[in-house]
């Protein structure tokens, strides 16, 4: 793939319009805050290749295994946090054309990632087929100082056409996830409803109780003058929204603001959730573009300045330490135990948003080393909260007395991967998240996290490796047979070195831990 992004220390900038890295570019531009995410989808409609995506952190879907042979240990289900509603499209139409940048001449294009400040614009100018023109510029936050609330500033400017435009702003609950494994829907509607006011879609993952609502409400400018105008109503089984517009001349400007709030039964009573949204939605016009603008940057301030990293004389690697400290601060706000930072994020399909080594051995040094270290904490504690099922899924494969192994692909701590090699051979997984407990406290020096909950980890998985090592008479030592190492491609190892060092490792650790706690904490 060539370079198609501009150099820049805070921003990543797309110019010129480039279908063939449609899918890159939704990827790089996505947007979250911790509760919910969105890939950097055109708001309007594309009808060329696109992959649409919106997650809500927490929700998962339990997709039907799909292997070739079954395993012993092999799990029924792989969980997913779906695709969820598209909460952000608006159809954008004038009399008889609506606005697709598959079908339309694109005359100019440029987004750009503010990185500093947490917003995507975007600004374009097209020609439909019958020679009209406009100028479009978009402005969308996922706001991390309310987090279940989206907005989209969208911009219309007529150059040359005469009539009315129409923003049609809506919520879509038809929506498909590409990598499911047997191409099912993986939402129930259970109620849509559209008023003057607000709309939303009251929704719930297929097998499992798991449920978000997404309510809307909307303004409507023309230049700088809001419009009180009765808009046209859309109320279908699985989609809400309103159509509303006026008419304009060359030059003048119609401007619709959305303020969408997406709230699921992880933080709501599921018997409360509609009317929690639509309030929320309503509070959020009531507030305004500026003022939640506002505070959706002063956090992004707070964020950069804890974490921030400065490289001179070298903006390639700026931007790159800077994107990746942003999309790591999309994903995880630090805040809640329940949830994890799935190797993607927020920005696709891939992996199924599920959790990994990954966390233990990418993510929590760095939030131990930058940020207030509530964060690493909570990430340590959702494996803690977790260890049960490790035991269960120890179990399944023969193992007893309280031993433990972390899955290598999880929503809920179950296991979910199904590749014999990775799943019951890449073992040292176990051993990073000793290895993390470790380094919490040594550079924290909260002991109390060690006797509290990090002891009882350790133990376990200890317990696993005494039962999992072979003594081998020939060498007269203990060895390991038959694992993956961490390079993922050379399988039914005997003796990765990765795996045999952070196995001892493990185990001294465990055993000066056992120590330090019957020394501090004797109770």
Known sequence: MKKFLKTDEWNIIEEGFHADNLRASESIFSLGNGRLGQRGNFE?????????????????????TRVGWWKNGYPHFFSRIPNAPNWSGIHLRLIDEEVDL????????ERRLDMKKGISYRDFEVTSPKGNTLKIHVEHINSMAHQNLCLIKYSVT?????????AVPYINGDVKHENSNFNEKMWNILRAETTNEYAYLWTQTKREDSQVCCAMTYQVFKNSKELSISPIKIEKEKLTGFSAGADVKPGERITLIKYTT????????RQELVEHAVAESKEAKAQGWEKLLQDHQNVWQHIWDETDVTIEGDPEAQQ?????????????????PRLNIGPKGFTGEKYGGNTQWNTE??????????????TAKNLLLYRYNQLSKAIDNARKLGFKDGAALYPMVTFNGDECHNEWEITFEEIHRNNIIVHEIVQYVTMTGHTDFIARYGLEIMIAISRFWAQRVSFSQPKQKYVILGVTGPNEYENNVDNNWYTNYSCVQTLKATIETIELVAHQYPD
């Open 44 to 64: 309007e409609t594309y009808s060329s290749d696109s992959l649409q995506g919106s997650y809500v952190a927490g929700i998962s879907f339990l997709d039907r």
């Open 158 to 166: 007529s150059v040359n056409y005469e009539g009315k435009i129409s």
């Open 320 to 336: 790159g330490i800077r994107f990746n400290i942003f999309q790591l601060s999309q994903s995880y706000r630090g805040d809640d």
């Open 102 to 109: 598959a079908q339309w001449d694109v005359d100019s294009f």
């Open 361 to 374: 051995l990418c993510c929590v040094p760095f939030f131990l080393l930058s940020s207030p270290k509530e």
């Open 262 to 269: 997406i709230l699921s039964s992880l933080y709501y009573d």
